[in-house]
């Protein structure tokens, strides 16, 4: 069995059946939010962006939210295989003196770890010659405009979760999306409304880019907001995950202007999940909803679950693992690696898979 699944919206599997699987074909990579998980994808990051990109170079639309908009950040680094190496690092030596840390001593060690890991690269990342950064954050509105304290932002949540369960325009009430992003992009096919949520677009430069990546991964009740990130809109701002959690964005429209593009998705699942609060719901999956082809020129490539099975635990890494192991921070890490390590396989099978594509093993999404 393969360590890699394929599944494929039409547009996409007819274009890899037609030209195979080029790099000169993919103009978007969105990376999801999850915690732990994107770190699954080291070697495969590394690999897309160290080697077989600069095959081909051209504008590509890097866009994430939390974890996965700080690998973003990573690709656009001057050496990208080394910068996720050391985001692997960063990420999964967070030490903590309890099984409980407190919300400082979270953003204490979160912010740290985001200082090292740009720090004397933020040139590279804002004005890298191809790649165009797009980071994803959440702004409060209305109970969540500025909770004065922790119980009105659990209240406030409280609420969000209660509107979503309605629906998620419903959650539009309570928040608005945040753009903040590299203003050299063409993106209409993102800039232009595509849903309820009210989106802003802010310019992201060198002054604000440690702050916007901390937005968009901060967990709401265990992190405190950022408040008022500079050239963005004002206001108190969350993890990009609680609305677009695997980025279920309207693709399809970049089609319009070039029908061959893909958008790749390296996914660790087949399931593309729009918001955080969505996740106990499988029939808000993208796939399965009202606007699914939006997914029609996207590839998504996954670890198959015998892939997953070979991890420590049985599973993916995520932050369960923080539980699990408690202060044994040296077992959890020592995990972590081995889970990175074992990574190396999907890039080989995604390597092989450009080299000789085989449409055989794509499924539809």
Not at 20 to 44: S, T
Not at 345 to 354: E, I, K, N, P
Request: hydrophobic fraction near 45%; charged fraction near 25%; proline fraction near 7%.
């Amino acid at each position: 069995m393969s360590d890699l699944t394929f599944h494929a919206g039409p547009r996409a599997l007819e274009r890899i059946r037609t030209h195979g699987l080029r790099a000169a074909d993919i103009a978007v990579v969105p990376a999801a939010a999850g915690g732990p998980k994107g770190l699954l994808f080291r070697a495969l990051d590394g690999w897309l962006f160290g080697s077989w990109f600069p095959t081909a170079p051209r504008e590509r639309i890097l866009i994430g939210s939390s974890i996965g908009a700080w690998r973003m950040a990573a690709a656009c680094q001057r050496d990208p295989a080394k910068a996720f190496t050391r985001l692997g690092e960063l990420y999964s030596g967070q030490r903590y003196t309890s099984t409980k840390p407190s919300q400082q001593q979270i953003d204490e060690v979160v912010q740290g770890l985001l200082r090292e890991f740009v720090r004397g690269h933020e040139d590279d990342i804002v004005a890298h010659p191809h790649y165009r950064l797009q980071v994803l954050a959440v702004r409060g509105k209305r109970a969540l405009a500025a909770p004065g304290h922790r119980h009105a932002e659990l209240r406030g949540f409280a609420a969000a979760a209660l509107h979503n369960l309605f629906s998620r325009d419903k959650l539009a009430l309570l928040m608005d999306r945040v753009v903040i992003g590299d203003r050299r992009a063409d993106a209409p096919w993102l800039s232009d409304a595509f849903d309820r949520f009210d989106t802003h677009f802010a310019p992201l430069t060198q002054d604000n880019l440690a702050a916007s990546l901390l937005a968009s991964g901060t967990l709401p009740m265990l992190m405190q907001p950022v408040r008022d990130i500079p050239g963005a809109p004002p206001g108190h701002y969350w993890d990009g995950g609680i609305i677009d959690y695997n980025l279920a964005l309207p693709y399809a429209r970049i089609a319009e202007r070039e029908p061959g593009a893909i958008v790749l998705y390296p996914h660790f699942s087949e399931h593309i999940v729009p918001g955080w609060l969505d996740k106990a719901m499988p029939w808000r999956r993208a796939a399965r909803g009202p606007n699914r082809g939006w997914l029609d020129n996207v590839l998504v490539v996954a670890p198959s679950r015998e892939f997953l099975g070979k991890l420590p635990r049985g599973k993916i890494i995520d932050r369960s693992d923080f539980q699990f192991y408690g202060l044994n921070h040296d077992a959890r890490i020592q995990a972590w690696h081995r889970a990175m390590d074992e990574g190396e396989r999907l890039r080989d099978a995604f390597a092989a898979f450009v080299e000789k594509p085989d449409v055989g093993q794509i499924r539809p999404l």
